[in-house]
């Protein structure tokens, strides 16, 4: 998992001493060990640099490519129109506007 998430270089190397982003990595790396059909994130992304959100997102799509079901929330409807398949919109936890496709 550590070659998958761009990190078997760092394998020696205690989690504390990873960024932000490396520390994201990680989180769905543990999260894909058990070999889920289903993957939930809940952003994933946020508050990390360019350079890992870019990792994530390659991550992610590779991770669906594959076979797996990726459900991801997230605030940003590029970032959803990007990684999606289907978006849905959530309000007060209803459902009011599935959509089939992303947007654009």
């Known amino acids: 998992m550590l070659h998958k998430v761009n990190l078997a270089d760092r394998a020696e190397n205690r ?3 990873y960024s932000g982003g490396m520390k994201r990595r ?3 790396a543990v999260g894909f060990l ?3 059909q289903i993957l939930f994130l809940d952003e994933p992304a946020v508050g990390i640099d360019p350079q890992s959100r870019r990792s994530i997102f390659d991550m992610i799509k590779e991770l669906n490519h594959d076979g ?3 459900l991801n929330t997230t605030h940003y409807m590029e970032e959803a129109q990007e990684l999606s398949d289907r978006i849905g919109i959530i ?3 209803k459902l009011i ?3 089939l496709k992303p947007y654009g």
């Open 15 to 17: 989690i504390e001493t």
């Open 26 to 28: 990680i989180n769905i």
């Open 34 to 36: 058990p070999q889920p």
């Open 68 to 70: 797996i079901t990726i």
């Open 91 to 93: 309000d007060q936890g």
């Open 97 to 99: 506007a599935p959509r």
